[in-house]
């Protein structure tokens, strides 16, 4: 990951434990365009996002409703000073989450068509 990655408007960070979905959320995103920062965890993204000095225009988060980290990093980044404007777009596989929590702007169910993710990484994006 270098610095000069978030001069671009349409870096985006992936959280998904899984390799090869993070892998192929990944390559999919930046077929499409995107600078792709990812990690594995919630707790490494907020590291990456403490040392960044610009925020991604989204953060697309693997997200467990029963994860307590999932739960803290939504909370921290929701507290953090200054607020950060980096919408989190949430996916699950999940059956008990059937709408966005707070401190997300949108919840996706897996699997999810590629088209529908792209829209909605689109949509959700923040503008520079």
Do not use: I
């Not at 990944?26 to 610009?54: D, F, H, I, K, N």
């Not at 409703?65 to 777009?89: G, H």
Request: proline share 9%.
């Amino acid at each position: 990951m270098t610095v000069d990655a978030l001069d671009n408007p349409s870096t985006v960070l992936v959280v998904e434990g899984y390799d090869d979905l993070r892998e192929a959320l990944v390559a999919l995103l930046v077929l499409e365009g995107y600078t792709v920062l990812s990690v594995a965890t919630a707790m490494q993204a907020m590291e990456v996002l403490a040392r960044l000095p610009r925020h991604p225009c989204l953060v697309l988060l693997s997200l467990m409703l029963r994860s307590p980290e999932d739960q803290t990093f939504l909370s921290r980044l929701r507290s953090m000073e200054p607020a950060p404007r980096v919408p989190v777009l949430a996916l699950t596989a999940d059956p008990d989450l059937q709408a966005p929590l707070p401190g997300t702007v949108g919840l996706l169910g897996k699997p999810v068509r590629t088209e529908v993710l792209l829209a909605a990484v689109e949509r959700y994006r923040a503008r520079p």
